[in-house]
């Protein structure tokens, strides 16, 4: 068989070893004859589960004391009325939320909100088509904005922050890092909250991950279910409702994984070398395009165009015969993208660069 190489957006790839031991793991567990879906979250077995998962997070990226690592459901989606359901409720009067509308994603946070409190569009890319990350300089933050609130990787728009925003006063940030959370070095202490889906970068889907400064919590508006209140959540180690035990069971093998090879510094150098391999590929010739300022080209989403879009089927079925699977742009820009997450091995990027060029009918260099 071909070897395949699996560039969806996500769900997505996965370490080939943490499926390979999830396998062998999977009827049972480290001799407690029990498969982790098996077991009680209140267990001996799990709680060593999830206390090694919240640690080898917290390890990787250094996520300081004063933050609490919460496991929850919901998605990124559900985050977005998640987030002001449980920050709203710091404002003495009405309050105003500030958001950088980057793209589809950013997008739908806006939306989402402007059911709980009034919106202000800080900065928006949308005139430039969702070409880049609006400089600072431009914004207009509203002074004592409830918090704001940015998308560091747009999944879609292949979009991706290239500084942390500064704040101003005690406004807290908030980021969705759904699509990049772990694939380069932050630094947690300048975001308030940080937030993402489990199933682009960490592991399968139904599983969210929530870090937020401990003076965040404990401000849930009343109408805030109880098991998306962050505090009840963080009291109850993220156990207050039953959480997603499988998902938390493999993203906690994707964290020892990444520990092993090196940790989050050393996935970053390899997703920079992978980037710049299949951009330089993209902007060999005009052949293909990406709209995308060099400076936030996403490392994890890239969007691409065949300049000539009546051979798009041609192409996608070229890939898919030498097993470039999920090449097939988001329907809402179309074209082509190809996510290139942590456990994209650089092959697969090669892969994909040899395809381009051969497709382009450039000579191999
Ligand atoms: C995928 C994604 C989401 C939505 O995640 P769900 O799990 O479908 O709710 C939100 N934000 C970003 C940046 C994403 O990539």
Known sequence: MT??????AGPAVLPHAVLAQAAAEMLDWQGSGMSVMEMSHRGPEFIAIYQQAVADLRELLTVPDNYRILFMQGGGLAENAIVPMNLLGRAAGPATIDFVHTGSWSGKSVREA???ATVNVAASAEQSGFAGVPPQQSWRLTPGAAYLHVCTNETIDGVEFDFVPTIQGDTPLV???SSHILSRV???SKYGVIFGGAQKNIGPAGLTVVIVRDDLLGHALPICPSAFDWKIVADNDSMYNTPPTYAIYIAGLVFAHLKKLGGVAAIEALNIEKARLLYAALDADDFYVNRVVPANRS???VPFFLRDEARNTEFLAGATARGLLQLKGHK???GMRASIYNAMPIEGVQALVDYL?????????
């Open 299 to 301: 490392r994890m989403n």
């Open 175 to 177: 980021a969705d890092m």
């Open 186 to 188: 932050i630094d947690v």
């Open 357 to 365: 060029n051969d497709f382009a009918g450039r000579s191999h260099r």
């Open 3 to 8: 070897h395949i190489y699996n560039f969806s």
């Open 114 to 116: 402007a059911r709980y």
């Open 332 to 334: 809402s820009v179309g």
